[in-house]
T-cell receptor, first 113, second 119 residues
């Protein structure tokens, strides 16, 4: 079955700097890769996603890149702000039907003022 | 709209006790999911449902049962709780991918979570 590895597990950056979180997946059939943000004590919320026929997608300060050949995808946050501090999860689609997802282990991002 | 709601928010059980977690959504979503979240392990799919009256196993189904008698509700049951089931449980729902181009997925919306402790 699908396996998703996420690195790093913790990341600390200065406010205004960029942050990059990387994920690898094992199932070459995966074709959908969302990223979720989870603030302390809150529910996960989708921040950006990418499909397998696209190499990069941007939404303001957030971008995701996908390399299907290497089976890895990354989240890039530019001009980081204190409110970006949270746990970020990557995920990859699993199997056929029902839009099932396999999640990475999470990255705790801390933005230092 | 309330979105996805879960009850209860917190619960403490003793080993061997049973309980049911309720998930409700008012978005008319076809698909519903139960996940557990443990430190350092992300979210893992327990069971899911693609419609009323249907359920299927996810990655970690052992020790849990589910039912979807109504489209808007998805119940997760623990028949005999074990300390290994101490976790935060999240329910999620999404629209079906029917009528979408291949590879287009719909967002999963999560509930607020239930923190379960089994002593």
């Amino acid at each position: 079955g699908e396996n998703v590895e996420q690195h790093p597990s913790t990341l600390s950056v200065q406010e205004g700097d960029s942050a990059v979180i990387k994920c690898t997946y094992s199932d070459s059939a995966s074709n959908y890769f969302p990223w979720y943000k989870q603030e302390l004590g809150k529910r996960p919320q989708l921040i950006i996603d990418i499909r397998s026929n696209v190499g990069e997608k941007k939404d303001q300060r957030i971008a995701v890149t996908l390399n299907k050949t290497a089976k890895h995808f990354s989240l890039h946050i530019t001009e980081t702000q204190p409110e970006d501090s949270a746990v970020y999860f990557c995920a990859a689609s699993m199997g056929q039907g029902a839009q099932k997802l396999v999640f990475g282990q999470g990255t705790r991002l801390t933005i230092n003022p | 709209n309330a979105g996805v709601t879960q009850t209860p928010k917190f619960r403490v059980l003793k080993t061997g006790q049973s309980m049911t977690l309720l998930c409700a959504q008012d978005m008319n979503h076809e698909y519903m999911y139960w996940y557990r979240q443990d430190p350092g392990m992300g979210l893992r799919l327990i069971h899911y449902s693609v419609g009323e009256g249907t359920t299927a196993k996810g990655e970690v189904p052992d020790g849990y049962n589910v039912s979807r008698l109504k489209k808007q509700n998805f119940l997760l049951g623990l028949e005999s709780a074990a300390p290994s089931q101490t976790s935060v449980y999240f329910c999620a729902s999404s629209l079906s991918e029917a009528l979408q181009p291949v590879g287009v997925y719909n967002e999963q919306f999560f509930g607020p979570g239930t923190r379960l402790t089994v002593l």
